[in-house]
């Protein structure tokens, strides 16, 4: 873990603050003002930084929690993401926050009652709807929680909010706040999935696809709500049977009674952030396929796009009913 | 022309420069130059004596950037003494934020490198600091050091490594050249670790900003300077997709330089990754 640590000066005597540095004795503490001093500088490598990725500790004083981009939900229409984790354990190769973000470093926002606060606020503004908020927008929302304790602060919350839909998006087997807690109606935990050979090129530091089954087989039989997240979907050799083992494996370890929703994407980037991920990865096999620029989006030409996401969704539908898909179609944001 | 992996020293005085040309195999440069100025034999390294202050500083750290000729793989690292209020004279601290006194501005130092050193924060100051109370290292140079190096590289190819002189005296004792020879000699070990450890840093920034040289003696088609940024193109994806050969070999089959990048290109854009070959 981070031999660095930044914390800001607000935070200073933050109980989490505390914490977390109790947990690294030997860590090197480095006072700052605002986050930005040290997070996203015009002057850093978001690839040399995630070889060694500092940690830092900071409080998010606005913005907490805001409107999902058009094309990102599951059925509902009050989407909310709020992020208090920035980056990522895992070094996925097709993940937009390493052309999001020039830094690698992780940004904890220590104040979650703040965000909890805004999430109270948003519920209040339309009581009687139901609202989904997203977390692993910016972040996996379980990789790093032996650090951060943020599920498991988030737990009672929603618990006791059944219009507060929590979607905690993962590839994590960390599931112990999970696994400790009863479940409730309104939090689904989405596990983000490919196809083993896919993963095990492309997911750098991920767990296996097969753990990552295990994991949803444990908390689905414990009584959790599944989501399913083929997002997104990667071309290549015998894709269709790399999917259909996928799917088959899913469906025999995960009772269908226990799935939520189902959703599906394609690769799809902004183009100038194609340019920045590909100058960051230029030796990266998945950028050096035939992509096609369209409509200001970086993606596989328009066959193989339609054909992989018809083929999907064809094979999913044998399994569960057409009313928990929802296809996500990234925007520019 | 294709990056090579390159390491600027940058340090104040001839008295810290002379261990590190003895431990390191640097020789003086043959060239005139506006500061004293050395090269290992592999012209991989450069070590530069700026002379004492911040402005000195920036301006070495510039002639050692041309003297390479350019690049943002370029790795930097400043070492020289400093002072301190408690720390061990002698011992050696990597810099892990920097204050320049006279702005208030702040610099951090990113390194992503596993090293010996433990770590301090350092105020670069403009005259030498006579007392000192606080936990901080002092410098005079380091602050624009770090604002041009990180200019010119990511942050993250840029260290700064101090050796405690002294604990806030006065100029009569400031440490005689033996002495400052016999610290940084002590770590020269650590420090040699950490310099191929940034050289290594470097071949990669070097292997990333330019992954494809292309050569092109031998083909006998014209292409101008937009269609060899294609044609580079066509051979980065060439080479990440693991196809065999170079796209190179085929191109004077080809009749005209636009036939070329078009059957190229079709040739790399039709190639479906088989990802068991990529694990």
């Known amino acids: 873990m981070s031999k660095r640590i930044y914390v800001e000066r607000s935070v200073a005597d933050h109980p989490r603050t505390r914490a977390v540095l109790k947990r690294y004795p030997r860590a090197s503490i480095i006072e700052i003002e605002r986050y930005g001093e040290v997070f996203n500088r015009r002057n850093q490598n978001f690839r040399l930084q995630k070889k060694q990725p500092a940690l830092i500790l900071a409080d998010k004083f606005s913005s907490r929690v805001l409107p999902t981009p058009p094309g990102y939900g599951i059925g509902g229409e009050n989407n909310f993401y709020f992020s208090h984790l920035l980056n990522c354990v895992y070094d996925c190769r097709y993940c937009f926050l390493q052309g999001m973000y020039r830094s690698a470093n992780y940004v904890l926002f220590v104040n979650y009652e703040d965000f909890f606060d805004d999430i109270e606020a948003q519920l209040a503004r339309l009581p009687d709807q139901d609202h989904y908020f997203f977390s692993g927008y910016d972040c996996d929302s379980l990789a790093m929680e032996s650090l951060t304790g943020f599920v498991e602060a988030a737990l009672p919350f929603f618990r006791a909010r059944p219009r507060a839909w929590l979607e905690l998006r993962t590839k994590s087997v960390q599931t112990r706040p999970l696994v400790d807690s009863a479940p409730f109606k309104n939090c689904v935990v989405a596990y983000s999935l490919t196809p083993d050979t896919v993963a095990q090129a492309v997911e750098h530091k991920a767990p296996t696809v097969k753990r990552r089954i295990d994991a949803m087989a444990q908390l689905a039989q414990q009584g959790w709500s599944i989501g399913l997240r083929f997002d997104p979907l990667i071309y290549g050799a015998n894709w269709m049977d790399n999917y259909r083992r996928l799917f088959d494996a899913v469906f025999t370890a995960v009772p269908r009674n226990r799935i939520h929703s189902v959703s599906y994407g394609p690769l799809r980037f902004p183009k100038k952030m194609y340019k920045d991920i590909v100058s960051l990865y230029p030796d990266e096999a998945l950028f050096s396929g035939a992509m096609h620029l369209q409509n200001g989006m970086v993606a596989y030409p328009d066959g193989i796009e339609s054909d992989m996401a018809a083929y999907c969704s064809d094979q999913l539908r044998a399994y569960l009913d057409d009313s928990i898909f929802f296809q996500c179609l990234p925007e520019v944001r | ?190 420090l040699r670790q950490l310099a191929d450890s940034m050289l290594v840093l470097s071949g990669e920034e070097a292997q990333r900003i330019e992954p494809v040289e292309l050569d092109l003696d031998g083909i006998n088609l014209h292409f101008t300077v937009a269609q060899q940024h294609q044609l580079k193109t066509i051979c980065r994806r060439w080479n990440a997709l693991g196809l065999p050969g170079s796209p190179l070999g085929t191109v004077n089959t080809y009749s005209t330089a636009s036939d070329a990048l078009t059957g190229l290109r079709r040739l790399v854009d039709n190639e479906v990754i088989d990802w068991t070959q990529n694990e």
């Open chain 2, 1 to 190: 022309m294709k990056f090579e992996p390159r390491l600027v020293w940058l340090v104040a005085l001839p008295a810290e420069a002379r261990p590190l040309c003895q431990l390191f195999g640097l020789a003086p440069s043959r060239h005139p130059s506006p500061f004293p100025t050395f090269f290992s034999a592999s012209g991989r390294e450069l070590l530069v004596v700026s002379g004492l202050g911040r402005n000195l500083g920036a301006a070495a750290a510039m002639h050692a950037y041309h003297e390479l000729g350019g690049g943002a793989h370029i790795a930097w690292l400043n070492v020289g003494i400093a002072g301190h209020a408690s720390h061990p004279i002698g011992s050696a601290w990597m810099v892990n934020q920097i204050i320049e006194y006279s702005s208030g501005a702040r610099y951090y130092p990113q390194s992503v490198i596993r090293h010996p050193f433990q770590s301090n924060n350092l105020t670069t100051v403009d005259v030498p600091q006579e007392t000192m109370v606080d936990t901080s290292l002092y410098d005079m140079e380091a602050s624009s050091f770090f604002q041009i190096a990180s200019r010119l590289s990511s942050s993250e190819l840029v260290s700064v490594v101090k050796i405690v002189s002294d604990h806030g005296v006065d100029k009569s004792s400031f440490p005689s050249r033996k002495q400052v020879g016999r610290w940084i000699e002590n770590h020269g070990a650590s």
